[in-house]
C-alpha cells in the first residue's frame, strides 16, 4: 500500500492509493484509531486548518470533512483556461494549495476557492542531466514553516533540496 498523509492536530491521517481507506492515528503514539472510507484513488492530501483537501491524479481537487472523510465540495484545478491533469502531491500554504503534477517537474500555486493556477514552479534544473537520468518522478512537496521554504523530491531522487519559491 502506498500512503499519502497529512496532520490534523494531535492526528495523522493517510490515504492509501487505490483500497479507498484513510487510516487515522494518534500522532503520539502511532496507534491506529479509526479507518475512514471514501470513494476514488488517493494521490494527495494536505489539511487547510479546516478541510483535508485530497487530489485523486485528476484535475479535481476534493474538500473533505476531516472528522469523517464525507466529501464537502470539489474545485476543477485549471491554468490559462486548460485544466491541470495529474494533480498528485499537495501541501496547504496559509491560503493557498501547492500542487506537482505528476511525471513532470512542475508546481503549480492554486486558489482553492477559483481552483485558478495563480504561479507555476518550474523544478527541472534541481538534478543534474546524469542524477535526472537517474531519478524518477518528482513527487514531494512539503512546507517548513519556521524558514518559509520548501523541501522537494521525488522517487529515486539522490537528494532532499530546501527551495524558496519567488517571482521571477
Known sequence: MLFRSSLVGERLV????RSGLAL??????LEELET???DGEGWGLCYDGTNLVMSNGSSILE???????????KVSVSKNGRFVQKLNELECVGSEIYANIWQRN?????????GHVTASIDASGLLSRIEAMRADVLNGIA????S??????GKLWPHVFEVEFVPR
Do not use: C, G, N
Request: net charge positive.
Open 24 to 29: 487515522v492515528s494518534d500522532l503520539a503514539t
Open 14 to 17: 493517510q490515504l492509501t492509493w
Open 36 to 38: 475512514l472510507r471514501y
Open 143 to 146: 512546507y517548513k514553516p519556521e
Open 106 to 114: 512542475e508546481i503549480v500555486r492554486i486558489d482553492p476557492k477559483t
Open 63 to 73: 474538500f473533505r470533512d476531516p472528522e469523517s472523510m464525507a466529501l464537502l465540495r
Open 148 to 153: 518559509k521554504t520548501f523541501l522537494l523530491t
